[in-house]
């Protein structure tokens, strides 16, 4: 389901709203709800907005859907871009489950992260995307040395190291399967080049080639939400 607005405030205070409806919900009904959220730059107003919510935020769970190889002090975390924009104010009650742990590889400390991960609830309340120009999504990246296995509807991890030509530096991200069957599953994109790269990855053709398309094609009960603003 695809929801254009104007302006990228209107659609922040929009998600925004939603989201907190739905965690307030997971509150209510379950006595907590989990929240798994992008870094990259798009999310920055989005995330402001929301951890303004009048919500109990020490029942919520947080964490990213995937994380820079890189320590917190790197202008390239998606940990200190949360720290930053978004556990402030109310939400710094919330618990923050960190992707990214002390170590020179993602390897070294694997297993650790996986079973933290196999420990949250399942599946998440809600889950925020982003998308790049490439068509990949959380990290799974066109030629992404981990792609099949990250891409994998029956995959057992929840979490898997991943390197690519157009990552960067080492990432590591949740898997489809940990991903794709949250209560509310949304991709928040900006910009006409996306909203094109949105289209070509909706067209038929190979997951490896936009690997957002496996979000796209994933069987839900819920439909997949998509928020656009120019
Ligand atoms: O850590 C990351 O890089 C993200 O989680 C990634 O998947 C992001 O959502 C896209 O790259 C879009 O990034 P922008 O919002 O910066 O365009």
Known sequence: ????????????EALAAGV?????????TRGGATLAVSGGSTPKLFLQTLAKAD????????????????????????TAFLRRHFLQG???QAR????????????DVL?????????????FDAVI????????????FPGGDRLVDALDPAGRLSVVPMR???????????????LADARFLAIHIEGIEKLRALEAAEAAGPETEYPVRAVLRAPREQPLQIFWAP
């Open 96 to 107: 923050f489950e960190p992707l990214h742990e002390d170590a020179e590889a993602p390897e």
């Open 20 to 28: 907190a409806a739905v965690l307030a919900g997971g509150i209510a």
């Open 90 to 92: 109310p939400a710094a």
């Open 164 to 178: 690519a030509g157009g990552a960067g530096e080492p990432r590591v991200t949740l898997t489809l399967p940990r």
């Open 111 to 123: 297993d650790e992260i996986e079973a933290r991960f196999s420990r949250l609830p399942r599946p």
């Open 55 to 78: 919500i109990d935020w020490a029942s919520v769970c947080v964490t990213l859907v995937d994380e820079r190889w890189v320590p917190e002090s790197s202008d390239r975390s998606n």
């Open 129 to 140: 995307l982003g998308m790049g120009g490439d068509g990949h999504t959380a990290s799974f």
């Open 1 to 12: 389901m695809m929801h254009r607005y104007e302006n990228r405030e209107a659609l922040a």
